[in-house]
């Protein structure tokens, strides 16, 4: 079944703080249905027609607990800075490493599941590699960086049951480390 923004829990569900489970592999044909629909439902929201014809909120990053399915699967569908689409539907995604230098979005971060606006600079890793498994079985890794290193930390949290404002200052919001690479 086709997933909808009212599919989304919003902050103040439970689930949105658990941790999520391990998807046991080689996936189940439901788990595969839950994680191809999270995928669909991103690239479907950035679809003028299919986000007014069904009301999508937009969105570029979905992760399972979003649905309130606890379990470690996420889909990214986004584009870097020099347009290269990183269209990614993965279970059990796992940073393996990553640089010192921070990164941060300079207008914030928005998410689906909170329907208010929180100001404030998320500092995150500049730079990540990553494993998970696809669909279809395979155990990959990436190197990412820029948007795309962004998106894959804030689905990831949702698997560790953080949210993005959890990263922002409480002294000054705007607070960022002067090393920190700001992507625009
Ligand atoms: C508070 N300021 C802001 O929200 C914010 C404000 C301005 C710029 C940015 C860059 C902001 N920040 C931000 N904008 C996004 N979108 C930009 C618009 N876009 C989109 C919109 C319409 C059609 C197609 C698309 Cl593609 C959908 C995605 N997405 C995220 N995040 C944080 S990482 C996960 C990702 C996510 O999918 N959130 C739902 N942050």
Same mark, same amino acid.
């Not at 991103?42 to 607990?65: C, F, T, W, Y």
């Given at each position: 079944?086709?997933?909808?923004?009212?599919?989304?829990?919003?902050?103040?569900?439970?689930?949105?703080?658990?941790?999520? /489970?391990?998807? +046991?592999?080689?996936?189940?044909?439901?788990?595969?249905?839950?994680?191809?629909?999270?995928? $669909?439902?991103?690239?479907?929201? +950035?679809?003028?027609?299919?986000? /007014?014809?069904?009301?999508?909120?937009?969105?570029?990053?979905?992760?399972?607990? +979003?649905?309130? *399915?606890? @379990?470690?699967?996420?889909? !990214?569908? *986004?584009?870097?800075?020099?347009?290269?689409?990183?269209?990614?539907?993965? %279970?059990?995604?796992?940073?393996?490493? &990553?640089?010192?230098? @921070?990164?941060?979005?300079?207008?914030? /971060?928005?998410?689906?599941?909170?329907?208010?606006?929180?100001?404030?600079?998320?500092?995150? &890793?500049?730079?990540?590699?990553?494993?998970?498994?696809?669909?279809?079985?395979? @155990?990959?890794?990436?190197?990412? @960086?820029?948007?795309?290193?962004? !998106? %894959? +930390?804030?689905?990831?949290?949702?698997?560790?049951?953080?949210? %993005?404002?959890?990263?922002?200052?409480? $002294?000054?919001?705007?607070?960022?480390?002067?090393?920190?690479?700001?992507?625009?």
């Amino acid at each position: 079944m086709m997933i909808t923004t009212k599919d989304i829990i919003r902050e103040g569900h439970p689930a949105l703080r658990k941790t999520a /489970e391990e998807v +046991q592999l080689p996936a189940s044909k439901e788990d595969k249905e839950i994680l191809a629909g999270l995928l $669909e439902y991103v690239k479907n929201s +950035q679809d003028p027609e299919m986000a /007014e014809k069904h009301g999508l909120r937009p969105g570029i990053g979905l992760a399972a607990p +979003q649905i309130n *399915v606890s @379990k470690r699967m996420i889909a !990214v569908h *986004v584009k870097d800075h020099d347009g290269i689409l990183y269209s990614y539907a993965l %279970f059990n995604p796992k940073i393996i490493s &990553h640089s010192v230098e @921070k990164s941060y979005l300079t207008a914030g /971060e928005g998410c689906l599941s909170v329907d208010r606006m929180v100001p404030g600079y998320v500092p995150r &890793h500049a730079r990540i590699k990553l494993s998970g498994t696809t669909l279809e079985g395979e @155990k990959i890794t990436l190197k990412l @960086k820029g948007l795309p290193a962004i !998106v %894959f +930390q804030h689905e990831i949290d949702h698997l560790n049951g953080i949210m %993005f404002y959890d990263h922002i200052s409480q $002294e000054n919001p705007f607070t960022i480390s002067g090393d920190a690479i700001a992507i625009e």
